[in-house]
């Protein structure tokens, strides 16, 4: 149990250029979640995968977000056209769901800095 | 609505117990957690309760569940420098919805 994998751990980018974070969870998990952190603030549900179904998204997630896990195991969340607004820590997070259960385990997390 | 509510700061002296509570409205949870992020770190699992327990102790750790008024608790016995941290309370169906945290502080 290497524990939930990110990368990078940190971007700066400019303003409206695409940015493209990867999270490998820890084996085994069927379930992938992606939160977003800002300073002072506790972690924001963005959106979870079961396997390779993306199960739901917040409102948070604008058009210009899009996450895919496509063989169930890794996941990839690409923010287009970054703005200033989308600087935060994005944190992912696995878990097993069904007949066995474990509690949310994050990763370190991915930094982005837009200036 | 989901949503969880916990006071934003806490100090205690060394050596005491620290509480930390929190209030949540979904009574379909079935879990809750208690995460703890040290700054500039990740967030590290404390604990967790199912929804059908009232209590769970865990070393200098015990968690209160009162579902009826949808109140948690954590309470850490003997508080240490290295307790210092935020800690966040969180309630789960599907997704994981988390408060702000609490930030404790251990005063000498």
């Known amino acids: 149990d290497t524990g939930v994998s990110q990368n990078p751990r940190h971007k700066i980018t400019k303003r409206g250029q695409n940015v493209t974070f990867r999270c490998d969870p820890i084996?085994?998990?069927?379930?992938l979640y992606w939160y977003r952190q800002t300073l002072g603030q506790g972690p924001e549900f963005l959106t979870y995968f079961q396997n390779e179904a993306q199960l739901e998204k917040s409102r948070l997630l604008s058009d210009r977000f899009s996450a895919e896990r496509p063989k169930g195991s890794f996941s990839t969340l690409e923010i287009q056209r970054t703005e200033q607004g989308d600087s935060a820590m994005y944190l992912c997070?696995?878990?097993?769901?069904?007949?066995?259960?474990?509690?949310?385990?994050f990763g370190n997390g991915t930094r982005l800095t837009v200036t | 609505g989901e949503d969880v509510e916990q006071s934003l700061f806490l100090s205690v002296r060394e050596g005491d117990s620290s509480v930390i509570n929190c209030t949540y409205t979904?009574?379909?949870?079935?879990?809750l957690y208690w995460y703890k992020q040290e700054p500039g770190a990740g967030l590290q699992l404390l604990t967790y309760i199912f929804s059908n327990m009232d209590m769970k102790q865990d070393q200098r750790l015990t968690v209160l569940l009162n579902k009826k008024d949808k109140h948690l608790s954590l309470r850490i016995a003997d508080t240490q420098t290295g307790d210092s941290a935020i800690y966040f309370c969180a309630e789960a169906h599907d997704k994981i919805i988390f408060g702000k945290g609490t930030r404790l502080h251990i005063l000498p």
């Open positions: 997070a696995s878990s097993v769901q069904g007949f066995s259960y474990s509690p949310l385990h």
């Open positions: 979904d009574s379909s949870s079935t879990y």
């Open positions: 084996s085994e998990h069927n379930r």
